[in-house]
Each structure stands twice: as structure tokens, then as C-alpha cells.
């Protein structure tokens, strides 16, 4: 397989593509968030707001802060409602 590895597709990633084009860092965060690049921290070190469309509250789990993150277990809203 070497010599047929390519870079991951995520802008600004330099490690090599593992499954679906993406390296396992990103692959990873796909499986997850559907979203390659979500990132729960902020290059800053403070956590990330929640993505709920206007809702400023910091992230908890899955990119949403805990009352979302409990709407969401409970199915109330769909990860895909948020931004």
C-alpha cells in the first residue's frame, strides 16, 4: 500500500488518509459528529459553543452544551436541527 496513500481532505491536515480520504483523527470525528472538522476546543484552549443556532452556552458533548445534549438524548431535537 505504500506509494497510494494520499492526505487527509481536511483543509490544513498534513497526516495521510486512513478511510474515506480522511486520516483517523478526522475519520474519527466523522463517525461521531457526521463532521470531520468539529472540534470541542478551541485552538485558544476554551471549550466551543454549543452549535445550536443561537445558543452561546459552552459545548458539553457532541458539539451541543448539556441542555441540548439532553434534548438530544431524550430525542427531542435532531443532531441534524443544528447548524
Known amino acids: 500500500m505504500q506509494?497510494?496513500?494520499k492526505p487527509c481532505i481536511v483543509d490544513g491536515c498534513g497526516r495521510m488518509?486512513?478511510?474515506r480520504g480522511l486520516c483517523n483523527t478526522?475519520?474519527?470525528r466523522w463517525?461521531?459528529?457526521?463532521d470531520p472538522s468539529v472540534s470541542l476546543i478551541n485552538r485558544s484552549g476554551k471549550k466551543?459553543?454549543?452549535?445550536m443556532t443561537g445558543c452561546h452556552s459552552p459545548a458539553q458533548a457532541k458539539g451541543l452544551c448539556k441542555t441540548h445534549y439532553a434534548n438530544y438524548?431524550?430525542?427531542t431535537i435532531r443532531a441534524?436541527?443544528?447548524a
Open 3 to 5: 506509494g497510494k496513500e
Open 48 to 51: 466551543a459553543e454549543c452549535v
Open 31 to 34: 463517525l461521531r459528529h457526521k
Open 73 to 75: 438524548r431524550r430525542k
Open 80 to 82: 441534524a436541527t443544528h
Open 26 to 28: 478526522h475519520y474519527q
Open 17 to 19: 488518509s486512513r478511510s
